[in-house]
């Protein structure tokens, strides 16, 4: 077995009711004021006031942003660190999907160090040590598992791109009840990003033993419970085994990275606006087809957490091409609209292939992509999901 490092960033609290520990944990890290960010979505199923009761009992005062957008830009960053600058917070805590999670990392980094949070978004990602700040993730989608990666994705308006920055939490609390409101368009869009995470993570060209592991239990558990969650929205079972399949992923993929899945995401996002979720869920088949043949052992477990009929004699070829038809067939069970469903037009998707080639996850790729075969994946992302 050849040599290799792994890390997980932040320890975690998993189960449900967790949420009601919040209080007692920021705590026991010496917080004494914190900022709570979200966004009107999570205010609006009542997520925050269980937060804010825990940290009331634990005598943590609190101050909320609630002003969290998809795909955080810049601005969006810099008013909540502002504020709790302003506030004289000692503590984060990122409640929410992604987003929510990226912004809290944000104000994370603007805590440690002077000025806004321009000067950290970059085409080449930024570790910054945040170790001197208290931030608490609490996720409420089975999607990101930001809460365990150094990544924060922050778009930059002024070239309509995203970047990542580095910060890395300090504690993580899972609660799976938290996500019962999820609606249905989120739940398939943020669970097939988390299998989109475990399936570049286990395919990644960096990919090890430990990566592979996780990796491999996330595409399990997501094949089996995420429509399942979708079809049932208060099936605790269900919303736990997809909140600890999301996390195994998050920490699958922060060791090993994504690869063209994501970049095609993130030139999606920044062209249509759509979600992370959505955009890397639209490019996932694509992307199975494209690393088949390359991976033919690793295909093969995505193909058996899909619970595809195999032969044995397979190539990856064609257990790459078995894996983007099924995947687009949960798609279709589970009403995501296609990229010609949201108006988007053929030609300028295949038009963001530049962009592809540009972000450096797809240097992850076991595929070399070339523009070449960028613009056919674009076109691959584009015609066979319709």
Request: net charge negative.
């Amino acid at each position: 077995m050849a040599i290799f490092q792994y890390r997980q960033i932040a320890p975690v609290t998993f189960g449900c009711g967790a949420i009601q520990l919040l209080g007692q944990q920021a705590k026991e890290l010496g917080c004494t004021k914190v900022i709570l960010v979200f966004d009107k979505g999570v205010e609006e199923a009542g997520i925050p006031a269980k937060a804010i009761a825990s940290l009331q009992e634990a005598g943590i005062d609190y101050v909320t942003y609630n002003k969290v957008i998809a795909d955080p830009p810049q601005e969006i960053v810099n008013e909540a660190g502002n504020l709790a600058r302003a506030e004289k917070v000692d503590g984060v805590v990122g409640l929410g999907g992604g987003s929510s999670m990226d912004t809290a990392k944000g104000v994370g980094i603007m805590l440690e160090y002077p000025g806004d949070v321009y000067p950290f978004i970059r085409e080449q990602p930024i570790y910054k040590d945040t170790r001197h700040q208290r931030i608490i993730l609490v996720p409420t989608t089975a999607g990101t598992g930001a809460e365990c990666t150094h990544v924060a994705v922050i778009s930059n308006k002024q070239v309509n791109m995203k970047y990542s920055v580095f910060c890395d939490p300090t504690i993580a609390i899972i609660d799976p009840e938290l996500a019962v409101t999820l609606p249905k368009d989120e739940t398939v869009s943020t669970g097939l990003d988390a299998f989109a995470h475990a399936s570049e993570a286990l395919t990644s060209s960096i990919a090890h033993e430990h990566s592979n592991v996780l990796a491999t239990a996330a595409l399990q558990k997501i094949g089996k419970w995420l429509e399942v969650s979708w079809n049932e929205p208060g099936n605790l079972e269900a919303r736990s085994e997809m909140m600890l399949a999301a996390n195994m992923a998050g920490v699958a993929f922060d060791n090993t990275m994504c690869h063209t899945g994501h970049s095609i995401g993130d030139a999606l996002s920044c062209r249509y606006h759509t979600s992370h979720g959505v955009s890397c869920t639209l490019a996932l088949p694509a992307t199975m087809e494209l690393v088949g043949p390359a991976v033919p052992d690793k295909i093969k477990l995505v193909a058996q957490a899909l619970n595809l009929e195999l032969r044995g004699d397979e190539s990856g070829e064609e257990m790459g091409k078995m894996v983007a038809a099924e995947i687009c067939a949960m798609m279709r069970r589970m009403g995501l609209k296609s990229l010609k469903e949201r108006g988007c037009k053929r030609e300028d998707v295949i038009a963001l292939a530049p962009r592809v080639i540009a972000n450096h996850l797809t240097d992850f790729c076991p595929v070399k992509v070339t523009l070449e075969v960028a613009e056919h994946m674009m076109e691959r992302v584009y015609d066979m999901y319709q």
